[in-house]
């Protein structure tokens, strides 16, 4: 084997490990830091992807997802890029590029390898899946916090009814004898004043443990068309 031959081999072994190292600590970070929130685990998957291109002194990355771009310092002055989008559920949200941002000599695809290429879509395939995973899991979690919600809801309402009808009975009793009171002393107003006060207060309470019982029940709406000027 001649030392040219040699130097090929060496140099190629050198890049598949920096790219088997590259896709390791990336999903390594998708599987150690699952609960963390999703901007930070593609900010720290930028330096990662960089080190593993041909060139990583002179490579920019950028991965764009939802509107938000995340991207390494000098991402913009790239002069020569490849890039493939980000795949979640079957719709694109993003892309992922790689740049250089100093002319490079000519190779399979401009100035990257055709194993970069296969990287660079890779790279795309495991963050896409990391995406789905971490909003597959919000929307779990976010359903189980309404299904919390709705249980809580449903045991005040027992509660709140249960409340409503030992109070009604008295408050009523309360009520109806203030009423009678009232009416067999008609030329008493110290006594008619004192009664005109309890008369209110217990249909004060009545109304506030009808709004109680109101707020509590689950009503169905129904959506339809209608004029909001009105």
Known sequence: MTKDRQHQLEFKLQERI????C?????????NNAN??????????IPII???????ENTEVSIQFDQHNYESQSFKKGISSQETPLM???IKRGLLKVAYTEEKPEEQEGPFLTEERSLINTL?????????????KEEKRLLEHKLR???????????IAGIAHELNEPLGSILGFAQLIESENPNNPQLLEDISKIIKASLHSREVIRKLMLFSKYDEHESGIMNINK
């Open 18 to 21: 920096k790219e088997l190292e």
């Open 23 to 31: 896709l390791y600590e990336i999903a390594q970070l998708s599987i």
């Open 36 to 45: 963390r929130p999703l901007t930070e685990r593609l900010e720290e998957a």
């Open 50 to 56: 960089k080190k593993a291109w041909q060139f990583p």
């Open 88 to 90: 979640v559920n079957d």
């Open 124 to 136: 795309a395939q495991e963050i896409s899946s990391s995406i789905e995973r971490f909003e597959n």
């Open 149 to 159: 919600h709705a249980d809580r809801l449903a045991t005040l309402g027992e509660l």
